[in-house]
Nanobody
Framework: VQLQASGGGLVQPGGCLRL?????????????MGWYRQAPGNQRELVAT???????SYAESVKGRFTIASGGVMNRVDLQMNSLKPEDTATYYC???????????WGRGTQVTVSS
């Protein structure tokens, strides 16, 4: 299984970006998919997750600004990021698992830089 993330880039504060993560090599849909991020010098942190039943969770720092969606097909997950702040600057990683306590697959990161 491979996860390919895309959509990162440079954006001004207040701007928006849409990240996408697509899975290949999977024989079935995942139970959960999510986005994490890691800024230089910081630990990787949860941004948002979504499960097959549509349940979502968000870090407090992104609630109301970011939206995670899978389109009902759990082999792709998007992250709409609005009202971006400089502190959102990080490398963003997607992950996916067939069960909550199972093995998690990780994609390569995509860089998001929020700067004027």
């Amino acid at each position: 299984v491979q996860l390919q993330a895309s959509g990162g880039g440079l954006v001004q504060p207040g701007g928006c970006l849409r990240l996408s993560c697509a899975a290949s090599g999977s024989s079935s849909s995942f139970y959960t998919m999510g986005w994490y991020r890691q800024a230089p010098g910081n630990q990787r942190e949860l941004v948002a997750t979504i499960t097959r039943d549509g349940s979502t969770s968000y870090a407090e720092s992104v609630k109301g600004r970011f939206t995670i969606a899978s389109g009902g097909v759990m082999n792709r997950v998007d992250l709409q990021m609005n009202s971006l702040k400089p502190e959102d600057t990080a490398t963003y990683y997607c992950n996916a698992a067939y069960t909550l306590k199972g093995f998690y697959y990780w994609g390569r990161g995509t860089q998001v830089t929020v700067s004027s």
